[in-house]
């Protein structure tokens, strides 16, 4: 009975953790295999900071059952109206977090 249990809260984890995440499209995994962009899904928070630095606001979320905190990430554009993108000068991100790992993100319009 508790191996029962054990297995059906190890699959809800794995469906509940997959439920907000869109799957690629095949061409881009084909032509991009490492992803496109600065951001990839599970990065980790220490290779985010390294490169972009700071976020200009965190606000954490929850914890779920299985003990793992959501938190997001915003990086907010310095600069809009020039010609080029150069990060997250000249766009705003919002980064999602579980744990201490990427599973999406979106830029902000």
Known sequence: MGKKIILLCISLMVFIGCAEMTPPDPIDILTHP????FFKAGMDKKEILNKWGEPDEVIKGETDMFGMSKETWLYRARIKDIPIGV????KSYSLYFEGDHLIR???EK
């Open 34 to 37: 490492l992803g496109k962009g």
């Open 87 to 90: 990060g997250y000068l000249t």
């Open 105 to 107: 993100f979106k830029e």
